[in-house]
Structures are given as structure tokens and as C-alpha cells.
């Protein structure tokens, strides 16, 4: 099991940058698909970002590619998600996911994903 802890949220002007850490428990970390979600006021979660066990493979949605960059420190226990050229319509709460086995094929799906975070409030202002 793993527990999931986001951080790094704020408010930041339109093209502005930030970048969103999410901290994990546990010494299995290295062995969990990390993926990074965020709701917009008003709409159902979404896919931002997947990484894989050794940060080898990434894969964004087409809405943030190019601007986001999602990374891991398995050191660390960590995994982030660098956020540049943000735009008003990034506004959403992020959150941080795991899973041991995700394809794919279910990557962009919430339901892929067994462990969450709580989830960190990014606004961006125009």
C-alpha cells in the first residue's frame, strides 16, 4: 500500500510556471506507475500526465503536452510534474495517483489507479 501526499499548488499568472511535487510512502515506490489527474471546477477528473516504474516512459494528454513534464525521484519517493506556459484553463485540483500495473490502454482512465492523493489547487489567473 501507498500513501500519497501533493504539495506545490498556488496561484501563478497566465504563462507563468509551477512545478507540483507528490511525496509517497513506503519502500516500494520504485515498483508503482505514477499518473497525474486534475479536475476542473465543475467537470470530471482527467488524465495530465503518466509516468513508468523507472521514469523511462511518459505520456501526457494532448491538452498539456509540450508545456508539462512529469518526472520521478524513486531516491526521493517522489514524483512531479513541471507546469510551464500555463494558461486559465489549466485551473483545477491536481492530484497524484499509483498503481502497480497500469497499460496503455487504461492509463487515462481514473479507474487504472488504486492509490490517490488528496489533491492540490492550481489557478491560474489571465
Not at 508545456?67 to 486559465?88: C, E, G, H, W
Request: aromatic share 12%; hydrophobic share 30%.
Amino acid at each position: 500500500q501507498v500513501q500519497l501526499v501533493e504539495s506545490g499548488g498556488g496561484l501563478v499568472q497566465a504563462g507563468g510556471s509551477l512545478r507540483l511535487s507528490c511525496a509517497a510512502s513506503g519502500r516500494t515506490f520504485g515498483s508503482y506507475y505514477m499518473g497525474w489527474f486534475r479536475q476542473p471546477p465543475g467537470k470530471e477528473r482527467e488524465f495530465v500526465a503518466r509516468i513508468s516504474w523507472s521514469g523511462g516512459s511518459t505520456y501526457y494528454a494532448d491538452s498539456v503536452k509540450g508545456r508539462f513534464t512529469i518526472s520521478r525521484d524513486n531516491a526521493k519517493n517522489t514524483v512531479y510534474l513541471q507546469m510551464n506556459s500555463l494558461k486559465p484553463e489549466d485551473t483545477a485540483v491536481y492530484y497524484c495517483a499509483a498503481d502497480r500495473d497500469v497499460s496503455i490502454t487504461t492509463m487515462t482512465s481514473t479507474k487504472a489507479y488504486d492509490y490517490w492523493g488528496q489533491g492540490t489547487q492550481v489557478t491560474v489567473s489571465s
